[in-house]
């Protein structure tokens, strides 16, 4: 049997994020978040179901960091909810919030996990909501106001920060489709809410370098995906380019590069209102960071759409690939193309791996267990392409399985289960499905056996 080692040091974590995991929506204080709004608003979550109570972390957290310990992990990704620091998005701050996530990180500390905060997971106050949310300038000055206050006040050893997770979710899903909190459809604002995204970001690391928390590195997560066209026409290879230019170099280019794409920038010009930008902006975007967290499930398989305006191609589900629970194609060779791709035109920088996970339909036996083979080979068949990436030169340094355990997933309510311990929600009890077990061993070995 072959073994697949990945180097010394390398973080094997799992993630999680406030809203899916936490509950106790208005506890010690808490502020309304737009994920409260939005998932007590009829028709927009599955089965009605909110996170009011979720995995009910927050009163639940000592026992989930060992269960963490038992899986052997030594990296957590975790987020903060802005509105439990903040209850009105600024201004006074709720010192029993923060108290909760210096706990937490006390407790990984003293369990040998190392710590990756994300200081935003998609739930704004819902009070900064009501002013405008991120289509108003100002939510990126108060993110960062917010992101200097836990800097200053979060006075424990971090071992990575994020600033954001995934802003083209947050603008597309959010602001032009409406299936995310705000629920809005209208591109014009998902435009302006990837500008404001991205400058309070920048804002955000700039106050991290003013803070002097040194040896704490700080970076962004993207959900990225290679795309890939059906054939090799030329209608087809642009809607491929296009459809990168979409999901991918509009928020790489302007981090890295300084600048928008001019391509998309055109494209978008011609149907939409580019984002309204000042003197200065593209400087405090490109502030450098120290890492990217890249969050990747599949690929983007694309077609010409036949419109010379179209931002995206026609997407195409291969009809004899494997898929998960949430319709996406399990391909596991596009995370290693999309690792070198960013490693060559977006390097050298270190890279995480910060989600990478999939959706089964498991089912808890009547003796506790849960076999997942499918995603343990999910797992597997993807960290081997990680693996030969690092071997190609890519300065991968940790993996994060998405998700710790079994949680409100967003638009899906609990219909979906990535999580690597299974979660009764009635009871919220909580049993380590085989893929856990078998993460641990591999943990244990630092990679794989194949």
């Not at 500390?109 to 997971?121: A, D, E, F, G, R």
Request: charged share 25%.
């Amino acid at each position: 049997m072959a073994k697949f080692l990945f180097p010394e040091g390398f973080l094997w974590g799992a993630a999680t994020a406030s809203y899916q995991i936490e509950g106790s929506l208005d506890a010690d204080s808490k502020g309304e978040s737009i994920w409260d709004r939005f998932s007590h608003t009829k028709g927009n979550i599955w089965n009605e179901e909110t996170g009011d109570i979720a995995c009910d972390h927050y009163r639940r957290c000592a026992e989930d960091v060992r269960l963490m310990a038992d899986i052997g992990l030594n990296a957590y990704r975790f987020s903060i909810s802005w509105s439990r620091i903040f209850p009105q998005g600024s201004g006074k701050a709720n010192k029993k919030g923060l108290d909760f996530y210096r706990r937490l990180v006390e407790q990984l500390n003293s369990n040998k996990i190392k710590s990756s905060v994300t200081l935003y997971h998609w739930d704004l106050p819902q009070t900064l909501q009501d002013k405008g949310g991120w289509n108003n300038r100002d939510t990126a000055k108060y993110f960062a106001e917010y992101a200097a206050y836990v800097y200053a006040n979060l006075d424990l050893p971090v071992d990575m920060w994020i600033t954001l997770n995934e802003p083209w979710v947050i603008a597309i899903l959010g602001h032009a489709f409406g299936i995310h909190a705000p629920g809005l459809n209208d591109f014009n604002i998902a435009l302006q809410v990837s500008h404001n995204l991205l400058l309070g970001h920048g804002l955000a690391v700039k106050a991290f370098r003013e803070a002097g928390r040194k040896d704490e590195p700080i970076g962004i997560t993207l959900n990225l995906a290679p795309i890939q066209s059906l054939t090799e026409k030329p209608a087809d290879l642009e809607a491929a380019r296009r459809s990168d230019g979409f999901m991918n170099r509009w928020f790489l280019d302007p981090i890295f590069k300084g600048s928008y794409p001019q391509d998309m920038v055109e494209i978008f010009s011609r149907t939409f209102s580019l984002p309204a930008t000042e003197e200065g902006d593209a400087a405090i975007i490109a502030e450098p960071i120290d890492f990217l967290g890249i969050n990747n499930y599949t690929r983007i398989l694309v077609e010409a759409s036949g419109s010379e305006d179209a931002f995206m191609g026609n997407p195409i589900n291969p009809p004899d690939a494997e898929y998960t629970e949430m319709g996406w194609e399990v391909y596991p060779q596009g995370l290693y193309e999309l690792l070198i791709r960013v490693h060559r035109d977006y390097g050298p920088l270190p890279l995480y791996i910060t989600e990478n996970g999939a959706a089964f339909p498991d089912e808890l036996k009547k003796d506790g267990t849960i076999d997942d083979p499918r995603r343990i080979n999910y797992l597997q068949t993807y960290l081997l392409e990680t693996w030969k990436a690092v071997e190609d030169g890519v300065p991968l340094k940790g993996y994060f399985v998405w998700t710790l355990m079994d949680n409100f997933e967003w638009a899906f309510g609990f219909s979906k289960r990535f999580g690597l311990i299974y979660v009764d929600h009635p009871t919220q009890k909580r049993y380590l499905k085989n893929s856990a077990h078998w993460y641990k061993k591999m943990i244990s070995r630092n990679g794989l056996e194949a």
